[in-house]
């Protein structure tokens, strides 16, 4: 290892590096931290796409930057590409699309020979990085993200710890310096005189970045990738800290925190550069070093066989949807459903539809077009059941018996109990040793006890008047094409997950509710469209909902594929045939979902009585680290009627939106399609596309080794940096890869026209298709269209 000088300078400090002007460093400043990923907390933990911040460039564009300064590109390997095409799961006519006129097929394959047999060039590095690399006894990117890691985990704590900084309230940076100054760790890993170098920082964050970068001297058109570098090495703890920056954007107010973040980062990198680099061992003048290039055409070959490796499946679903399979229904449907467009929804409901002939079911957003926050008895905390694109409008609460309020209480005291108990001392291994078989069947005991946690109440809105409430239903509505032809008995059935020692648990939820059950969106909105008084608001505006009509709530357990029913006891008499008749219908669409997932779930053998008690068996084993697939496999996102996808076996691989292009004459339906629904499914398609092309850079590691940190986080192993990302049991089986990276195809009924329409008044919607972030078809009559960079050309 490299000896440091005998002290880190404490001189003077130096004047502002005269070649970084303040205007330089500001638009740095603000690239670099619009790149970085919000990381929402386990608690609702949602689908984040991880280039969120960097839809703004082309994907291939992206590649390049993300290989330059993090060391890959978020493709797939040359080598599995090629397997892919020797396989025939790209076929020539794949590899001809992908060429777009620019490119032959024979040229892509011998790029992807060259791509095989060279390598990328070198990424930007961190000065923990370089000493690590110059010498192999060296570990100070691990010591550095280790001692950020430990830092920002008390900092950020949610109360899991019995200690709490005296720093908290100091705002991140300062708090930091104020600590550091005092802390020997470094000095005793070999970063001598760090406290004294510390203290000679400024004591405000942009300032100190200022010092950093006079001592490391980056040139300033290389700036904000050099600081994206420095933020990309504790991505975790960046993510986190930009949730909360995104929070607070939404409501108005600024947040500096990950700009104070940064300067903590680059204040190691400085020492270190001041400590290591005088002993001329350690070549780091950046100002006479060029920045890593990256190899571009290299990339450009292996995006188009990103592509090409799309393009087989996409056709095939444009061929198979032309086809229309359905017809629209005439006669008063049986029953109705509404289910989130969820891609689990998509197998339960082909199999309610088998089950109970003549039922219509729905496609919608999850939370029902009641953006809501809401307080349970069971969490004070008022939660968000809404997409995190948006902010709740409305806060909600349940109107409790006292018995119900008691046993919340106890729930809440024992919570309180278990988590002291795992917090303190006796919890150790000797402990439970001692305590022996009697605490594991105590411990069994309270986990089986465990279930979906659903609203104990009937919620209701805590000040919303008629008006406002009827206004809701309305757009709900007529957001989901419920118009007209109303059935006797309307499910609203929103999701949620259940599992036992899953910290991300919420991950598993409905991401339309915010990372939650969908219960509290489905019974307002059914409680809501039930209430004569917004019916008599919904008949002025032409929305007639027959007497006899009566919307129920469900949720759908997604990891057993049963439904709850909720508030059936309001059920007028004469719709107890319809509910036994609905009821009998969902458990038979329960099961058939269960046998149809058995494969995947290692169950295919077991009968069916066995069958379904082991699937919700592994809905309370401590020891499941796979209770369900979630959104694996997810490819594609249909707007459509249902009689478009009525007849195909989809595999729980497509989001299903009903959209009537007829009823939509001025295109308002189709642009909130594109604005919300396709966004919100985006992010989780490029999320599950990000960590199947590169777990390390993108996923959250191995789900056995994880340590919940602080009560909102998850590290691997006993340090690092925060986990971002999906663990690697949500895409992996063990022996293969369950999930395929693709970008996700989005399929609209409508006039490719109509559709350009829209795209031209939401530019940003248009560049994330023009960049080829997602790819865009139009179904017309019995013809598909596939968009592409401002044009139209149909699917032969």
Not at 240 to 261: I, K
Not at 307 to 318: I, M, N, V
Not at 329 to 339: C, G, K, L, M
Not at 364 to 377: E, L, N, T, Y
């Amino acid at each position: 290892m490299f000896a440091p000088s005998s002290m880190l300078s404490h001189e003077t400090p130096p004047a502002p590096n005269a070649a970084i002007s303040q205007a330089d460093l500001s638009a740095a400043l603000d690239a670099s931290l619009k790149r970085i990923p919000p990381l929402w907390p386990l608690r609702h933990f949602v689908a984040v796409n991880p280039f969120v911040g960097l839809m703004d460039r082309p994907f291939h564009a992206a590649c390049e930057l993300l290989e330059r300064v993090v060391g890959t590109a978020p493709l797939q390997s040359p080598a599995e590409y090629r397997q892919a095409y020797e396989l025939g799961q790209i076929e020539q006519a794949d590899l001809e699309e992908a060429c777009d006129g620019e490119w032959t097929p024979d040229q892509l394959v011998q790029a992807l020979d060259a791509a095989m047999a060279g390598e990328a060039p070198p990424p930007l590095a961190s000065v923990a990085d370089r000493l690590d690399q110059l010498s192999p006894r060296a570990h100070w990117s691990g010591f550095v993200i280790g001692e950020i890691s430990k830092w920002c985990a008390v900092t950020f704590d949610q109360n899991q710890t019995t200690w709490t900084s005296p720093w908290k309230a100091r705002g991140l940076y300062t708090a930091w310096r104020e600590a550091a100054v005092h802390d020997l760790n470094p000095e005793a890993f070999g970063l001598v005189g760090f406290r004294s170098f510390v203290a000679s920082l400024p004591n405000d964050a942009i300032p100190a970045i200022r010092r950093c970068l006079h001592i490391l001297k980056p040139p300033s058109e290389g700036l904000a990738d050099v600081l994206h570098c420095q933020l990309a090495t504790i991505g975790g703890w960046a993510g986190y800290v930009q949730y909360f920056v995104r929070e607070d954007a939404l409501r108005g107010s600024t947040n500096t925190a990950l700009s104070e973040l940064l300067a903590i980062r680059m204040a190691y990198d400085a020492a270190l550069h001041q400590a290591f680099a005088r002993d001329g061992g350690l070549r780091l003048d950046w100002s006479s070093t060029p920045l890593p290039r990256t190899d571009d055409q290299r990339l450009a070959a292996l995006a188009r066989w990103q592509f090409a490796y799309e393009a087989g499946y996409q056709r095939k679903l444009a061929r198979a949807l032309a086809k229309e399979s359905g017809v629209t229904p005439t006669s008063r449907p049986t029953a109705q459903a509404v289910f989130c467009i969820d891609v689990r929804s998509e197998v339960f409901r082909r199999h309610l539809e088998e089950a109970l002939p003549g039922v219509q079911t729905i496609g919608f957003a999850g939370f029902f077009g009641f953006p809501v926050s809401h307080k349970s008895a069971g969490n004070p905390i008022p939660v968000p059941q809404c997409p995190a694109l948006l902010l709740p409008s409305f806060d909600t609460g349940e109107d409790l018996s006292d018995d119900q309020i008691a046993s919340a209480a106890a729930e809440r005291a024992e919570a309180g109990a278990w988590k002291a108990f795992q917090n303190s001392a006796v919890s150790c291994f000797s402990f439970v040793e001692t305590a022996g078989l009697g605490f594991a069947a105590a411990f069994a005991s309270s986990v089986k006890s465990k279930r979906l946690s659903c609203a104990r109440a009937m919620p209701q809105f805590l000040s919303a008047p008629i008006e406002t409430r009827a206004a809701l239903a309305a757009g709900a509505l007529r957001n989901m094409g419920l118009i007209r032809n109303f059935s006797r008995m309307v499910l609203i059935c929103g999701h949620g997950s259940q599992s036992a020692n899953n910290p991300y648990a919420s991950g598993l939820d409905c991401g339309a509710c915010g990372g939650n059950a969908g219960d509290v969106n489905a019974r307002l909105a059914a409680a809501t469209l039930n209430d004569p008084a917004v019916r008599s608001h919904l008949s002025q505006q032409g929305l007639n909902i027959p007497p006899d009509t009566f919307f129920l709530a469900g949720l759908h357990n997604t990891t057993t594929d049963d439904v709850l029913l909720f508030d059936f006891h309001t059920l007028p008499p004469t719709h107890l045939v319809d509910l036994v008749n609905l009821r009998r219908a969902l458990a038979l669409a329960g099961a058939a979902s269960r046998r149809e997932r058995a494969p995947l779930l290692g169950l295919a053998d077991l009968p069916t009585d066995r069958l379904d008690a082991a699937v919700r068996q592994r809905a309370i084993d401590i020891s499941q680290v796979r209770p369900e697939w979630g959104l694996a496999n997810n490819a594609a996102i249909i707007a459509a009627p249902r009689r478009r996808t009525s007849g195909l076996k989809l595999e729980g691989r497509v989001f299903l939106h009903d959209y009537d292009t007829a009823a939509d004459p001025d295109g308002k339906i189709l642009t909130l399609i594109l604005t919300a629904p396709v966004v919100v499914a985006s992010w989780i398609s490029l999320q599950y596309y990000a960590c199947r092309v590169d777990p390390k850079q993108y996923g959250s590691g191995n789900k056995v080794l994880h340590n919940v940190v602080g009560g909102f986080g998850v590290i691997e192993g006993n340090g690092g940096d925060l986990k971002v990302g999906l663990p690697q049991q949500s895409i992996h089986d063990g022996e293969r890869f369950v999930h395929e990276p693709r970008r996700l195809a989005v399929y609209l009924e409508a006039a490719p026209s109509k559709i350009a329409a829209v795209l031209e008044s939401q530019p940003s919607v248009r560049q994330i298709f023009d960049y080829g972030w997602l790819h865009l078809f139009a179904l017309q009559d019995s013809d598909c269209f596939r968009y592409r960079k401002g044009t139209w050309a149909r699917i032969g």
